[in-house]
């Protein structure tokens, strides 16, 4: 089965058709630049425009960088203020040309769509301790799993270290701007590992964002963490699959009951079983936390 997933950073928004049995990307992704500034109506534009490189009708699964509950934006650090508190499921599915009763599009937290992505299909999958998806780009965001379920909105980029928010002194942009060497920018994210393995004690660390291309770089450089620490597997593209997931999974819910209440969770599949036309049944895109409601 084919979901399309949008992804949308600080610098570029991508996005592609998905097969959800493969967990990969069933075409080559399509990426504009991220305008700025960064406004709601602005960037609908470009995710439209990215949709519409494929012709797609089907169902839409979105990322944003910041907090999304019940499909509403609720922080905006990397983008445009106009973001807090806008219904951008609303704003995106009337973007893309649907009509009532068509299948909205899908919107939720960036990270924790890569790491649903890599706990189904990539670095986490098997993985039933703590783990912790951290991505590096614009800014750090994070997905942190404990039992294969996931904890929505972490944000944990945004944690004070040394009186700076994290991500202002260990994300990849801070390397860019102030042109950091691997061997400097590995003492930082080191630091921030050792913050936040502090606080969670997780058995894995999964590292994403374009910077996981690089992954022999930095990664070796970063000692004196009990952690595990892996490059994702999944490398930019986990995003992508991680929305396409969540449109997949919206749908299967089915509509809104009459009263506007949540539809009713369907029972789950057995463990391990197969499920013809979607992810791994059993898979972390299944789980009752932060699921559907956190993602519409």
Same mark, same amino acid.
Request: one cysteine or more; a negative charge.
């Given at each position: 089965?084919?979901?399309?997933?949008?992804?949308?950073?600080?610098?570029?928004?991508?996005?592609?058709?998905?097969?959800?049995?493969?967990?990969?990307?069933?075409?080559?992704?399509?990426?504009?630049?991220?305008?700025?500034?960064?406004?709601?109506?602005?960037?609908?534009?470009?995710?439209?425009?990215?949709?519409?490189?494929?012709?797609?009708?089907?169902?839409?699964?979105?990322?944003?960088?910041?907090?999304?509950?019940?499909?509403?934006?609720?922080?905006?650090?990397?983008?445009?203020?106009?973001?807090?508190?806008?219904?951008?499921?609303?704003?995106?599915?009337?973007?893309?040309?649907?009509?009532?009763?068509?299948?909205?599009?899908?919107?939720?937290?960036?990270?924790?769509?890569?790491?649903?992505?890599?706990?189904?299909?990539?670095?986490?999958?098997?993985?039933?301790?703590?783990?912790?998806?951290?991505?590096?780009?614009?800014?750090?965001?994070?997905?942190?799993?404990?039992?294969?379920?996931?904890?929505?909105?972490?944000?944990?980029?945004?944690?004070?270290?040394?009186?700076?928010?994290?991500?202002?002194?260990?994300?990849?942009?801070?390397?860019?701007?102030?042109?950091?060497?691997?061997?400097?920018?590995?003492?930082?994210?080191?630091?921030?590992?050792?913050?936040?393995?502090?606080?969670?004690?997780?058995?894995?660390?999964?590292?994403?964002?374009?910077?996981?291309?690089?992954?022999?770089?930095?990664?070796?450089?970063?000692?004196?963490?009990?952690?595990?620490?892996?490059?994702?597997?999944?490398?930019?593209?986990?995003?992508?699959?991680? +929305?396409?997931? #969540?449109?997949? $999974?919206?749908?299967? *819910? %089915? =509509? @809104? /009951?009459?009263?506007?209440?949540?539809?009713?969770?369907? +029972?789950?599949? #057995?463990?391990? $079983?197969?499920?013809? *036309? %979607? =992810? @791994? /049944?059993?898979?972390?895109?299944?789980?009752?936390?932060?699921?559907?409601? #956190?993602?519409?």
């Amino acid at each position: 089965m084919k979901v399309f997933g949008v992804d949308i950073g600080g610098s570029g928004i991508k996005g592609a058709p998905v097969d959800l049995e493969r967990g990969d990307l069933a075409d080559d992704r399509y990426k504009v630049l991220t305008p700025h500034p960064a406004t709601p109506d602005a960037v609908a534009d470009c995710v439209k425009q990215v949709v519409d490189h494929f012709d797609w009708t089907g169902p839409v699964g979105a990322t944003y960088p910041g907090v999304v509950t019940g499909g509403t934006t609720r922080t905006a650090a990397n983008v445009d203020k106009g973001w807090i508190d806008t219904d951008a499921a609303t704003l995106l599915t009337g973007r893309l040309g649907g009509a009532p009763g068509a299948s909205p599009v899908t919107v939720l937290n960036d990270a924790d769509a890569a790491g649903l992505a890599e706990m189904t299909f990539g670095a986490g999958r098997g993985r039933t301790g703590t783990v912790i998806v951290l991505t590096f780009g614009t800014g750090i965001g994070s997905a942190v799993f404990t039992g294969g379920r996931l904890v929505p909105n972490t944000e944990l980029g945004h944690l004070e270290l040394h009186g700076h928010d994290a991500e202002k002194r260990a994300s990849t942009k801070a390397k860019e701007d102030e042109d950091l060497t691997w061997q400097h920018w590995a003492h930082r994210v080191r630091k921030y590992l050792a913050h936040v393995e502090m606080l969670f004690s997780p058995e894995l660390f999964v590292i994403g964002g374009g910077v996981s291309r690089k992954a022999e770089k930095f990664l070796p450089l970063i000692e004196d963490i009990r952690a595990e620490i892996v490059p994702a597997q999944l490398q930019n593209n986990a995003g992508i699959v991680g +929305a396409a997931m #969540a449109a997949h $999974a919206a749908r299967a *819910d %089915g =509509p @809104p /009951a009459a009263d506007g209440s949540p539809p009713a969770a369907a +029972a789950p599949a #057995a463990p391990g $079983a197969s499920s013809p *036309d %979607g =992810p @791994p /049944a059993g898979s972390p895109v299944d789980s009752p936390v932060g699921w559907p409601d #956190a993602a519409r």
